[in-house]
């Protein structure tokens, strides 16, 4: 480590090490947006870093830098050379990689060595500077991971079959179609029932949310507040519950309700899901009553409000954004849900939107379908997951380590 | 004279509320213990009975009857046909009897079947036990009259009685240990038990790595803060059937964007089959699950980093640490609670993933789970009991670890 630390070093492996990443990104990037030939270059990355790396820790500007990287690189994309290499692509293409590897190098790696001296590095100079870059790769990786599946699942159900095993990686659209780009949606909701599944899925969803909430606030006001024998033993057997893995439950609850036939019967759903999301909405409620004031109920209990008032009056106004998250959280999960779902409904017309997707993955539908329905799935709970995002997040780490 | 002192035992204030307490909570026990410890008593149950998927349905006795020979005058001569079995190929069914009213305008011609006797306008016949899979014809010679052809009715109006004691594979007597016997039986069982475990501690661990690596991230104040926030915890929240599917679809060998990628990128001269050969589908499989369960842990770590006081760092740094100093001996001591809390909750609930691995291998390809497996075996298999085996067998783990885990959580406070 020691000899690194020099700003003559430092800065040239940074350099390198950041131009390569930017080329991977940026390959991929463009491979995914164009379809066309990207590849990145270690060598390329290795060349034409080490001078960057050096200019950067000599000075530092980030518009010069970065105009002078894109012309740079525009160069030499037209030339074959470089840290992408790509075949013989357009020159719109060309401009946009030119222009995103000098403002992607130049930018990021002007802020990580402005600080650096040329010569000896104290050990704080160079590891603010190693973990600036470390930070900037972090944002690179997690984005592209996290945006990557989402995108393909996006794209492919705006394609066509034919059109996806040509290219596997072109997933430009073609804006002249119009409306016919969204023809896969039009036909899951017309032929395939769609549109029904997402309400069924919907009111499951929301009695889930009604019944959970019936019984865990009681339930949770019980073991938060109210002293009583084995209330200790209690709040444990709730979190012990909660990991009781429901494949195991699926089993019988699958015999039981084929006797009774409940099987096949939204009746069965409903009465199912709301016990399985119980024990998580009393665990994270009992955990937000234990942290309200108890004297506010106190008062109300000397001003001659019974118990069940006080729950009525006072701790449910009070409790309000916990409600709210638990709500989200057990919508989150009902809608979710799939195993249940899966061994439980055989017909058509009762299917929720996982049943209704899963009932798509067969060799005879085309692919785009199979996304189109994962697409209509994800969306509803996306928008309401950014719009609430503050609930959410609170509700989810209120309690919930469930998966 | 009584005795002076502080009050012994439970007042009655104390006894109405532990009352109101049990009230409030019946409901919830109520529902709690009927989907889950009784279901639980039934895997138990199931385990030791030797059913299949087909015994499910009770073994019931069917019959047919119709009068064969086609009279059209009186006086024709014809038979009266019972046609019987036993519904179930392999359950017996004892004691059945058969009652039916006689038809009007019919009259016995010839010998009627010694087990059967008609008294009173009633066909009465005893039949005995039947054995799985048992059928039989029931002849019975008759004369037509003319009340016959009057009434114009035909035998399979009234409908025949037929009662007999089936036993239900699931309510009688007989045990088995056939299905643990099964479940141990062949290196099948460590496979994959080696397997679960493999996924299991390479998924937890990877998903609080990631997660740690994300939290520090993103536990900077900068611009658009929010919004990588949300955009990192999509996996967690997407429906996982979405998000399977889009994954199979991104490495599918043949149509996969992900093999032309790396085709394209010289990495590799053929498409691999990502989901298909026997150590990569496990490596991918874990691979999801890391991806998709470490937004979870970095909800938690980040929760628990932005209440780390500043000061301290400010301190250290007075002192000279560097920042891999601070993160190695300040920001990883403070967190060492909600780590090793999060890793033994998410152990279990990665050791109970059932979903996944169903929806992106099946279970092939070397990537069974003990979850997986209790579905393979009662669906697929159809072996209800050696599937419920296998269940008692996780849930046995499960006791285990949560022993440990309740151990460990009186000492650890939160969550």
Partial sequence: MKYLRFGYITGPLLGVLWSFVLAVTVAVAMSFATGEAFRPSITGALIFGIPTGLALVWRAQTVIASAVLAVVYFIALSLGIGPVL?????????????????????????????????????????????????RGFGYVFFTAIVVIPFYVMLMTSLKNQAELMQNPLDFSIDLSKGWGLFRSYVELITEFNFGTYMWTSFYISVLTVLITLLFAIPGAYAVARLRFRGQAAFSRSILLIYMVPMIVLALPIYIAFSMMGLRNSIVGIVMIYPVTTIPVALYMLQGYFRGLPSEVEEAGLMDGLSRLQVIWKITL?????????????????????????????????????????ASLNSSEIPRQHLMAGSVIATVPIMALFLGLEKFMTKGLTAGSVKG | ??????????????????????????????????????????????????????????????VREDLRGRPTVAGDEATLRYRLRNSSPTSEITGVTLTDTWPEGLTLAGDLDPRCEIAEGELFCDLGDWEGGYRETLN????????????????????????GKASFVLANSDFTMKNFVSVFDGGEFWSVLGVTLFY?????????????????LLNHSFKGQGILRGLYLFPYV??????????????????????????????????????????LALLMVTAFEIWRYFPLSFLFILARMQSIPTDMYEAADMDGASPFQ??????????????????????????????????????????????????????????????????????????????????????????
């Fill in chain 1, 86 to 134: 790509t075949g013989n692509v357009s020159l719109i293409a060309r401009v946009v990689a030119a222009l995103f590897m000098g403002i992607g190098i130049g930018w990021p790696l002007v802020v990580y060595l402005k600080d650096l001296p040329m010569g000896a590095l104290t050990r704080h100079e160079f590891e603010a500077a190693v973990i600036k870059a470390l």
């Fill in chain 1, 317 to 357: 106004p009070l409790s309000l954004p916990a409600l709210a998250s638990v709500s989200l959280y057990v919508f989150m999960i009902a809608w979710n849900e799939f195993l249940l779902a899966f061994m439980l409904l055989d017909d058509p017309s009762k299917f929720t939107l996982t049943r209704g997707i």
């Fill in chain 2, 1 to 62: 004279m009584s005795d002076i002192g502080p009050p012994r035992g439970t007042g009655p204030l104390a006894r109405t509320e532990a009352r109101l307490a049990w009230g409030l909570l019946t409901p919830t026990i109520l529902a709690v213990s009927l989907v889950v410890i009784l279901p639980l008593l039934a895997v138990f149950w199931i385990s030791v009975k030797p059913v299949s998927l087909a015994d499910l349905r009770a073994p019931e006795t069917v």
């Fill in chain 2, 140 to 163: 019975i010679p008759v004369v037509t009259e003319q009340a016959w052809f009057d009434a114009g009715r035909d035998v399979a109006d009234d409908p025949v009685e037929v009662d």
């Fill in chain 2, 200 to 216: 299991t501690i390479f998924g937890t661990l990877g998903a609080m790595i990631m997660g740690l690596f994300a939290a520090m």
């Fill in chain 2, 238 to 279: 997407a429906p996982v059937i979405a998000v399977a599917f889009a994954w199979i679809l991104l490495f599918d060998p043949f149509s996969g964007s992900a093999n032309a990628l790396f085709v394209q990128m010289g990495l590799t001269g053929q498409a691999i089959n990502f989901f298909g050969e026997k150590p």
């Fill in chain 2, 326 to 415: 601070q993160f190695w001996y300040l920001s990883l001591p403070q967190l060492l609670g909600i780590l090793s809390v999060l890793f033994l909750l998410r152990f279990i609930w990665t050791f109970n993933k059932f979903d996944d691995i169903f929806l992106l291998t099946g279970g092939n390809a070397g990537t069974r789970v003990l979850t997986v497996n209790v579905y393979e075996q009662a669906f697929a298999v159809s072996n209800i009991g050696a599937g419920a085996a296998v269940a008692v067998v996780i849930f046995g783990c499960l006791l285990l670890f949560s022993v440990f885990f309740f151990k460990f959580m009186s000492k650890e406070e939160g969550l």
